[in-house]
């Protein structure tokens, strides 16, 4: 390049040397020169004219000519040579993408930062009757107009799915923020599985109804049975009473479970007294327990936001596993904590504790940490279960901590959004 | 530079009609919910559905309030011309045939109230109302997309089908007269739903009357009051 530009400069001084000279003989030696240079210059916008022709044209033929002009067009076609193949590489990758989402079972939408739509694929068109062409730049919400969708998405929270019904079908959606102020959204048609639940609801329902007429004929004519028995039959008779009210129970713990699956939470929810069902159900339980256990409570005035059945049944389910788990004169305690994320209601005991492998598994129906032992300790086998309905309901959490031998905390924590009012003077009641 | 400050002032202008049309789009998607809904407590005599939708019309009311303002102000601040200009008055129009629709879904849950409050004993002659309610939503649903997507073929199809939701309208009126005759113990829970169906007929109607100012939103001809083949014969020439 450099030794380019210096024989361009060696080749314009000799011809004006060659020109002066002439010019010298002739007795016009500075009409020459300046002939000289105007022709050159004359040349060179030739060239830039002829390169801005090319520039715009992009024509793959370089244009024929020398000197430094030569170089430029030569360099200018490289660096436009390697962007097509980047181009058309891209290109390919861009395409092979877009085949791939395509494919995919899911239906997909791109939307950028006004929720416009850039890009949909097969299933998404099929699921929301979009318009190939015409859609793309459409706002989503102005297709898709169903209120809770549009609320949705103006409130730009997308941490959880959204459930709603379009066109008589099911649609689980999901969002996921991408890039910058784009928007993946992803939908799949979930009335199957709906159906499956509902299905399976009913039959729970159903199931628990049509079991307990038959159990309680046959607990009747065992209470008959067992007043004028004989001495042989006391034991068993006495076997089989227990045996079916175990079952008895169970099974009204199966029907309060199916109930809470179906039935949505009251629309009016009620304000809860908290510290005053605290205290009611540690007197319950303390009746209960008949002094077995040391039962303690400390609270924080609070009123929460809720059904005060459903909470009772909380408590009273922790509490009675706590006391049941509990070696004798250990020591239980409820209390609550309240703070600006919210509330928690903390049953804490002394008992043998649960390994840490265990603790997920805990709410799940019958499943029972050590099956030999608990079973003599009564229990359905549901209690946790119950539990973490309700409290789903109520937007609550279940935090179990627990160290094996030492003891667990069985904790229940409310939103702050769940708390009526708190007290502006959170003195501990004991 | 002056170049670049109309164009900002375009792009602005732009995005508050598209705002307009959205607001528009998200009062209809509310109605549409309203018309199942309705139709839905009627079919189940849901008594707590029905007054669902009837708390939630002072929603449509509000939403109407709120785009005829912005409608205004636009036409003051912007004065609006050509395209722009219709796609104002076409919303101002559109937004109080969607209040109406608002109105007439009312309507059917007060009907459904009514008839679930004296027993609803003759459940099976619903049938017939079930099948306009589907078709008029599915009327505004059609018309609501034309306007979304500037389509006039779909704004064409919508004015037609008005008409075969009439007939529909007018055949369930001769059944309910049928039962009627046949038995004076049904006239009046039969005059309630022949209430129902007449909602569900006019919304038929205000779908209709969308569909029109899609036509003239886009192609910039008023068809009103005209026959459906000269309407045709006028846009596809």
Known sequence: MKSQLRQDISLLIFSLLVLLIIGVIIGKPFLLVCIGLTAYIVWTFYNLNRLTKWLTKQGKHVPETYGIWDDIYYQLYQIYQRQRKAKRKLA???????????????????????MEIEWFNNAAENMFDLIRVTDIGQRLDNLIRIPGFINYLTRRDFKEDLEFDYGG???????????????????HDITQRRKLEV?????????????RTPLTVVAGYIEALQENADEKLKIPLQRIHEQTERMESMLNDLIALSRLETQALPEKEELIDVPALMQQIVKDMTAFDRGQHNIEINCQPVKLLGSR????????NLMTNAIRYSPSSGQVTLSNTVDERGMCIAVEDQGMGIPADQIPRLTERFYRVDPGRSRDQGGTGLGLAIVKHILDRHRARLEITSVPGKGSVFRCCFPARQIAEVDASPESIN | MEQLSTRHISQQFNEEIETLRNRVMKMGGLVEQQIYRSVDALRNLDIKLAQKVINKDHKVNAMEVRIDEECAQML????????????????????????????????????????????????????????????VAGMLHDVLDAFARLDV??????????????????????????????????ISESLDIMWAARA???IGDHAKNIGEYVIYLVKGKDVRHIDIEEIEKDILS
């Open chain 1, 92 to 114: 390919a990758i861009v395409s092979r993408f877009q085949e791939s989402t395509q494919a995919l079972p899911y239906a997909t939408i791109v939307l950028n930062r006004q």
């Open chain 1, 169 to 187: 079908r099911n649609i689980r959606l999901t969002i996921t923020p991408y890039g910058n102020h784009q928007y993946l959204l992803g939908a």
């Open chain 1, 199 to 211: 299905m399976r609801q009913d039959f729970t329902a159903n199931a628990s109804h049509e079991l």
């Open chain 1, 309 to 316: 059945e459903e909470l009772h049944i909380v408590l009273v």
């Open chain 2, 76 to 135: 003051a601040l912007r004065q609006p011309t050509a395209s722009d200009l219709r796609m104002v008055v076409a919303v101002i129009k559109t937004i109080t045939d969607l209040e109406r629709i608002g109105d007439e879904a009312e309507k059917i849950a007060t009907m459904a109230e009514l008839i679930s409050e004296g027993g609803g004993k003759f459940h099976k002659r619903y049938a017939g109302i079930q099948h306009l309610g589907k078709q």
């Open chain 2, 153 to 186: 073929d779909t704004a064409i199809e919508v004015v037609r089908a008005d008409d075969t939701a009439d007939t529909e309208y007018q055949s369930l009126m001769r059944q309910l007269l049928t039962y009627m005759m046949e038995d004076p113990r049904t």
């Open chain 2, 200 to 202: 569900l007929e006019r």
